[in-house]
């Protein structure tokens, strides 16, 4: 089941079972949803403030540039 656990905006961080997830708009001129996994640790940075979130998405966003995968483009089916 899952279990909604911060909201900021245009973000949201999930829990499914012991994995994690974020759901943010990565678009800048359109909405373009994006899921992507995270870790617990991601999630006890984004639950400090409202500026932690920002920087712990910026740098998941960073770690998938890294890894040749597009943040900025849907992952997701809605």
């Given at each position: 089941m899952d279990k909604l656990i911060f909201q900021l905006s245009d973000m949201e961080i999930?829990?499914?079972?012991?994995?994690?997830?974020v759901?943010?708009?990565a678009g800048s001129h359109?909405?373009?949803m994006r899921e992507?996994?995270?870790?617990?640790?991601?999630?006890?940075?984004?639950?400090l403030s409202n500026e932690s979130a920002?920087?712990?998405l910026f740098a998941?966003?960073?770690?998938?540039?890294?890894a040749g995968i597009d943040p900025y483009v849907?992952?997701?089916k809605d």
């Amino acid at each position: 089941m899952d279990k909604l656990i911060f909201q900021l905006s245009d973000m949201e961080i999930w829990a499914r079972g012991d994995r994690f997830f974020v759901r943010y708009d990565a678009g800048s001129h359109q909405i373009v949803m994006r899921e992507d996994e995270i870790s617990e640790q991601d999630v006890q940075e984004a639950l400090l403030s409202n500026e932690s979130a920002m920087k712990m998405l910026f740098a998941l966003q960073k770690r998938l540039i890294q890894a040749g995968i597009d943040p900025y483009v849907s992952n997701t089916k809605d």
